[in-house]
């Protein structure tokens, strides 16, 4: 299947997922996780009508700017992001939704005060607390929040979490339901500085579970671009 008949695919699925839990479809956006995959891809999804792209690595990110392979849509970084390499992403990146530790916080607000720019974040949460997986634990979450008003140069525009790849949907639902609780438990307290616009989670194989569960961005790779292939050299 081509790029374009599987986002159409994809759009099918959203609207199904949508119409079961009572949600509007158009309350969820489409982010292509673009890692791995060259400009002419990514440019072809945007075609498709991907709402934004989503980026993993630096390098990647960097390289396919340079291509303006993201021309008609907003880009967000959605990888691991060391801090010696804020200077790359904060800026060039409508929003950065791998936010997930203090000293992250710290660096993109140095780089963003810089610049004289506000950069939106999302605040990753490591919803299955898994030590593989980085992000704020649920305790952790309420002790970031104090301190958010120390970042005048970040807004936080919602959460991310990738939960652990589970057997069965009801499994996966657990964590999806918790992430939605706690953006809700977040948004009451109303801190400075905090907007829990955005919920994203939901990949290729869970998104049904996720948009369930109330989520408003599914990040989506291999269900638009087919299998990655790691062992190209990267665009
Ligand atoms: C790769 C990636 C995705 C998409 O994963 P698929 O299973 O290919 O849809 C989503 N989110 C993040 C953070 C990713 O790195």
Not at 86 to 114: C, N, T
Not at 141 to 156: K, M, Y
Not at 179 to 202: H, P, Q, R, T, Y
Request: hydrophobic share 40%; proline share 3%.
């Amino acid at each position: 299947m081509s790029i374009a008949e599987n986002v159409a695919a994809i759009r099918a699925q959203i609207i199904d997922a949508a119409m079961k839990a009572g949600r509007d479809p158009k309350s969820i956006l489409l982010c292509a996780a673009t890692k791995t995959n060259d400009a002419e891809a990514v440019r072809e999804a945007i075609r498709a009508g991907v709402d934004c792209c989503g980026e993993n690595r630096v390098q990647e990110l960097t390289e396919k700017l340079s291509q303006n392979a993201y021309a008609g849509v907003p880009v967000h970084f959605i990888g691991h992001l060391q801090t010696n390499k804020v200077r790359q992403v904060v800026g060039k990146v409508d929003l950065i939704q791998s936010v997930d530790r203090i000293k992250l916080l710290q660096a993109i607000q140095q780089e963003a005060a810089r610049q004289n720019v506000i950069q939106d974040v999302l605040l990753e949460i490591n919803i299955g607390n898994e030590d593989s997986k980085s992000g704020f634990s649920t305790k952790e979450i309420w002790q970031i929040l104090e301190v958010l008003s120390d970042f005048p140069n970040i807004r936080v525009k919602g959460l991310m979490a990738i939960p652990p790849i589970c057997q069965n949907s009801v499994d996966s639902r657990k964590f999806f339901q918790e992430m939605c609780n706690l953006s809700v438990d977040i948004m009451a307290k109303k801190s400075d500085n905090v907007f829990m616009e955005i919920l994203s989670m939901g990949m290729s194989g869970d998104f049904a579970e996720a948009i369930c569960c109330g989520s408003t961005m599914i990040r989506v790779g291999t269900a638009i671009f087919g299998p990655r292939n790691y062992s190209r050299p990267h665009p």
